[in-house]
């Protein structure tokens, strides 16, 4: 039994370095995906030629420099001027006994967002804070224009249809009611699909970018001490799991072990007075 319980702890042991190593590289993967959390750059390809998109970004910085980095940001923006940048929306929230937020809208010229949302998160850096979150969406603008377009000249010529239809002076009342109705319908869908159309141009014509400021702590506790708590809490982990592997396969033995003991020292027992 002693030798099985040998071969056992033997064949666990490459569990044991797994473990181990995989505990050892995570701190690196971690530290790469923390450090590289701006947003690609996405807006200049040709792939991407035709889609609108959003830039938001939330950032994590200590209480006293929130103000100083939302001043900053506002005066890039007016460093490139009205033309290529224009806030649209600002706020700023400290109260007393709580924690300091703010938010700032811009809309920029889409050859510029990029760069400008870098810029803004190098002064992020500098003062102490760091990229919390970084998200953009992008949706197909062009092909929404050019679906516009087409719903609109469809719509037209059933009106052009619809009209001609009308002018007949052999028409039932019946017929004239619903061609009206149809037509009107038309009028109203064909004015939906302009607005769709005016949107979507606009929204290729500026990209907005959103900046949130938070406190340090704010989401929850400062996301270091956060990402350390849940790398020893993920050592708790795989230590338990570790633990019930070896419980796994140790118990059986020690029950078998502790078995044979048992009878071993009962058949002792059962002999010794015969041999008095």
């Avoid at 809208?105 to 990229?131: C, F, M, Q, S, W």
């Amino acid at each position: 039994m002693r030798g099985m319980f040998l071969r056992t702890a033997t064949a666990l042991a490459p569990v044991l370095l797994i473990v181990a190593c995989g505990k050892a590289e995570q701190p690196a993967e971690e530290s790469a995906s923390t450090t590289d959390m701006a947003a690609p750059d996405v807006t200049g390809s040709s792939a991407t030629r035709g889609v609108a998109f959003v830039f938001n970004y939330t950032f994590a910085l200590p209480a006293r420099a929130i103000a100083k980095v939302q001043r900053q940001h506002v005066t890039e923006c007016e460093r490139l001027g009205a033309t290529r940048c224009r806030v649209t929306g600002i706020t700023f929230d400290q109260q007393h006994g709580k924690s300091a937020s703010g938010s700032l809208n811009l809309l920029l010229a889409p050859g510029d967002a990029y760069t400008y949302a870098g810029r803004a998160a190098d002064i992020v850096e500098a003062a102490k804070g760091e990229i919390d979150t970084a998200m953009v969406d992008g949706r197909d603008a062009a092909g929404a224009i050019d679906q516009a377009r087409n719903s609109q000249a469809d719509a037209r010529a059933e009106i052009a249809r619809i009209d001609a239809r009308l002018r007949a002076k052999n028409l039932s009342e019946s017929e004239r009611s619903t061609l009206t109705t149809r037509l009107e319908e038309l009028h109203r869908a064909a004015g939906e699909q302009v607005s769709v159309q005016r949107e979507s141009e606009s929204a290729l014509a500026t990209t907005p970018v959103s900046f949130h400021y938070v406190e340090h702590g704010a989401l929850g506790g400062d996301n270091r001490f956060i990402r350390a708590a849940g790398q020893s809490w993920g050592g708790v982990q795989d230590a338990l799991i570790l633990g019930m592997i070896l419980l796994g396969y140790l118990l059986p033995w020690a029950v078998l072990i502790g078995a044979g003991v048992f009878i071993v020292r009962w058949l002792q027992r059962r002999r010794s007075p015969k041999g008095e």
